[in-house]
Nanobody, 123 residues
Framework: VQLQASGGGLVQAGGSLRLSCAAS????????MGWFRQVPGKEREFVAG????????YYADAVKGRFTISRDNAKNTVYLQMNSLKPEDTAVYYC?????????????????WGQGTLVTVSS
């Protein structure tokens, strides 16, 4: 599967953005999907994950209550709604897909990655 992330940009602190990740292929609904982010010089970190049906979601403590992950299997797309953004949310955001259920934060467990979209939050 190929993943294409979009929706990044420059926003002021307290603002909102919605990221999208469009997947190719007919098997999108069989994948567990995740969002990660990475700042230069730091490891890629887990942000949010969603199970195949979309009924269960998982969040990093740093974004819990502010970010919402969702998916539309009919559109082969996963979203990340980001509210109350903070300067420390500035990063390149990546979507990822995997076929097995495992530790959500385990980067190596994901089979496919999007190209990343830059989110910059100004103070």
């Amino acid at each position: 599967v190929q993943l294409q992330a979009s929706g990044g940009g420059l926003v002021q602190a307290g603002g909102s953005l919605r990221l999208s990740c469009a997947a190719s292929g007919r098997t999108f609904s069989t994948y567990f999907m995740g969002w990660f982010r990475q700042v230069p010089g730091k490891e890629r970190e887990f942000v949010a994950g969603i199970r195949r049906s979309g009924g269960t979601t998982y969040y990093a403590d740093a974004v819990k209550g502010r970010f919402t992950i969702s998916r539309d299997n009919a559109k082969n797309t996963v979203y990340l709604q980001m509210n109350s953004l903070k300067p420390e949310d500035t990063a390149v955001y990546y979507c990822a897909a995997r076929s097995i259920l495992s530790d959500w934060s385990a980067v190596a467990s994901y089979d496919y990655w999007g190209q990343g979209t830059l989110v910059t939050v100004s103070s």
